[in-house]
């Protein structure tokens, strides 16, 4: 099609992609062999009525070439029964005679209909009435070729419903690109589903979302016609704050009609194609600054066992780069760098470091404990098949750390077999550490819980602009977390459900007041509160790896399970104290 058409002025570049498809369809359409005829008085079970547009559909589109069919061929049997229409003398005759027959015999017709019905011939037609039959219409009344077997229609009407199917074609374009989006930079799994079912509202197409762990599935369906078209989105989450913001201002543009279609896929494209906020040569520096504010505050280290964990750190964030390089190591990388960790903590032990904060700390940034909070989430919020996947992969997978870090930690003690199996007396105490119980001053809670709340700040690509709202978010979470521990001394699930709670309170707040994404404020809050850990010092009591968790390993998977279920209460409860009927026309982006 020309592009210089008025409706093709300020389309996307894509849009022509969908004309010339929508052209394509047209034209196979016209070019099929005509179908035998029903009778002039036969009901048409698939086309709509004329005139009739049913929006969102692409068959319902294609449906109007086919009610424009059949208008002209009743129309020229029409003529050709007034040309050959009888006297009326003889109309007469023969409606006596009609009358007659059915008088004297009622139920003839019916029984001869009947039999014809449920004769063999009916049921099963015979190859020569399958055959068609040859068109009859006149070839000077035909302005298409002799091959097409339709009706001719008008220019204006093809290139009409060619726009309409373009458009139809790019608003479910607009949606998967949404939903690959979303996935990409990081929206929390269990609002997918409700952000594109809105966003397809808006939009007035008729789709259904399946939302499982990478997977979406998108339905496109057209109630009218009873169709269906599927499409299966796949793509592994990532963090982009800052992306996600963006993709969150879209949004709520789209749903209160503010952009075009055409303008939320160039400013898709625009976001896509902006550089990472932070170059990925940082992320060293940015995973040994988490693992130091982690070692002292979570896991009762010393600061040298924080600096041997800082190191560790950028040697995994090295290690994670590499392999990205080579596929062969993507399925094994973990288990491959947390042997290699487990070796050089074991053997650190002989100069009086400790195993377990120095292990825990220099791969905090994996730890599973967010995963597992999104699976709470889930399954309260009755996405079971998603919920259950994750769950059971956060456990297996904290357990596959725990089994690369036993097993480093076995190797050494295979090699060196003079290693002491408990060290000192003030490593034993951080083997059961917390918040409360510091080796250090409780004072530097001041400096590692902000710089642990800017470090993610950095490794989830949001903007400086942004800190602010995150620390804040954080350091509320954080001390009415130390306050209930550690002064109160509450029970443990005031403890799980109190500072999560604070949190969903803090950020839905936010979101209320300056009418912006504070996902990102309320996710690195969360981080404080996950039980990671949990997880891996039940792998390490059942490996060996710790022999002190070894009577424990039950009662710490449980645990993590029982952590997480009260922090998806407290998140849950804040949503309903701030938006207690939902947002009217906005998507909510947050837990």
């Not at 201002?249 to 503010?258: C, F, N, Y």
């Not at 769950?391 to 089994?403: D, E, P, Q, R």
């Not at 977390?481 to 839905?508: D, K, R, T, Y």
Request: charged share 15%.
């Amino acid at each position: 099609m020309d592009a210089s058409h008025p409706e093709m002025q300020g389309r996307h570049a894509s849009f022509k992609d969908h004309i010339n498809e929508s052209l394509g369809l047209i034209d196979g359409i016209m070019q099929r062999h005509r179908r035998p005829q029903e009778p002039s008085g036969a009901p048409d079970t698939l086309s709509s009525e004329p005139g009739h547009r049913i929006h969102g559909s692409v068959l319902a589109s294609l449906l109007q070439l086919q009610d424009h069919k059949e208008l002209v061929h009743r129309s020229s049997d029409a003529l050709k029964h007034l040309k050959h229409k009888p006297k009326l003398k003889d109309r007469n005759n023969n409606k006596k005679e009609m009358m007659h027959r059915s008088e004297s015999a009622p139920n003839l017709q019916a029984t001869k209909w009947l039999s014809s019905v449920t004769s063999s011939s009916h049921v099963v037609p015979s190859l020569k009435e399958r055959q068609r039959t040859p068109s009859r219409r006149s070839r000077r009344l035909s302005i298409v070729s002799n091959e097409s077997q339709f009706e001719p229609i008008t220019t204006e009407d093809r290139v009409r419903i060619a726009f309409e199917i373009a458009n139809i074609l790019q608003r479910q374009a607009l949606l998967c690109r949404l939903a690959r989006d979303l996935m990409l930079y990081g929206c929390p799994a269990h609002r997918l589903e409700y952000i594109l079912r809105q966003v397809s509202d808006t939009l007035k197409i008729n789709a259904e979302f399946v939302s499982i762990p990478n997977i979406i599935l998108i339905n496109f369906t057209d109630p009218s016609t009873h169709t269906t078209e599927t499409h299966f989105v796949q793509q592994e989450f990532g963090y982009d704050m800052n992306k996600l913001m963006e993709v969150y201002r879209l949004e709520k543009l789209v749903s209160h009609g503010e952009v075009t279609v055409d303008e939320a896929i160039e400013f898709l494209d625009i976001v896509s194609n902006d550089p990472i906020v932070y170059p990925v040569w940082a992320n060293p520096f940015i995973y040994a600054a988490i693992s130091v504010c982690g070692c002292v505050m979570f896991y009762g280290g010393r600061w040298k066992e924080a600096g041997l964990a800082a190191c560790l750190a950028m040697f995994f964030a090295a290690y994670e780069l590499f392999s990205e390089k080579f596929w062969g190591f993507r399925p094994i990388w973990e288990v491959t760098v947390c042997i290699i960790i487990g070796f050089v903590c074991r053997a650190s032990t002989r100069f009086d470091f400790c195993f377990v904060p120095t292990a825990f700390a220099s791969f905090i940034v994996i730890l599973p404990g967010y995963m597992i909070v999104i699976a709470a989430i889930e399954l309260v919020s009755r996405q079971l098949v998603s919920g259950v996947v994750r769950m059971v992969y956060a456990i297996i997978y904290s357990y596959l750390l725990g089994y690369g870090i036993s097993m480093g930690s076995s190797l050494y003690s295979t090699i060196d077999r003079n290693i002491p199996d408990e060290g000192s007396s003030f490593c034993q105490r951080t083997v059961n550490a917390n918040t409360c119980s510091m080796s250090v001053s409780q004072f530097y809670h001041f400096l590692t819980v902000p710089a642990f709340a800017i470090g993610y700040c950095l490794m989830l690509r949001a903007r400086p602009i942004r800190w602010p709202i995150v620390v804040f978010v954080s350091v509320f979470g954080f001390a009415v977390h130390w306050l209930l521990s550690c002064m109160a001394a509450a029970p443990h699930q005031v403890i799980e459900v109190a500072p999560a709670f604070a949190v969903g309170l803090a950020g839905n707040l936010v979101t209320k007041i300056t009418h912006t994404m504070s996902f990102d404020a309320t996710l690195v809050a969360v981080f404080y509160l996950v039980p990671g850990s949990l997880g891996l010092k039940a792998a390490l009591g059942l490996f060996g790896g710790v022999d002190e968790y070894s009577s424990h390993q039950g009662s710490f998977t449980l645990g993590m399970v029982e952590t997480s279920i009260g922090i998806t209460i407290g998140l849950c409860i804040a949503n309903l104290v701030v938006y207690p009927k939902g947002a009217q026309h906005t998507p909510l982006m947050n837990f």
